[in-house]
């Protein structure tokens, strides 16, 4: 019973958690499992081929999962601290440089698509 509300509590936790782990790991061993027993009761070339595709998913999720251990997760604290150096950096570089602007034509934009919108042609005087 407690993996079982182990594992619902892993539901709210961001990230895998061992439970989360071990219940993916289980259903996919379960999935396999059915499905070569019913490739042996109905000879059907199509169980094979869901047997196939399984044990592709299957593959593609244990290597997920291993990159998630691999990778280094920052925390909402670590992401928040460095989002406000960065702040801080602009805002001394943006002090440091007076900012120049040109005189550039804009031309007018689509804001649905972003295309770009032919500006109007001006007449000559004859």
Do not use: C
């Not at 782990?21 to 070339?45: C, D, N, Q, W």
């Amino acid at each position: 019973m407690a993996f079982i509300v182990e594992l619902w509590e892993s539901v709210f936790t961001p990230g895998t958690t061992p439970a989360l782990i071990t219940a993916t790991h289980a259903s996919f061993i379960l999935l396999i499992i059915s499905l070569i027993v019913l490739i042996f009761l109905s000879k059907s070339i199509h169980f094979v081929n869901l047997l196939v595709i399984a044990i592709l998913l299957y593959g593609s999720v244990i290597w997920f999962i291993n990159e998630l251990k691999n990778t280094q997760l920052k925390s909402n604290e670590e992401l928040e601290k460095d989002s406000k150096e960065e702040e801080k950096g602009a805002k001394t570089e943006s002090q440091d440089e007076p900012k120049v602007e040109k005189n550039v034509e804009k031309k007018p934009e689509s804001l649905a698509t972003g295309v770009k919108v032919a500006s109007p042609v001006k007449k000559r005087k004859v």
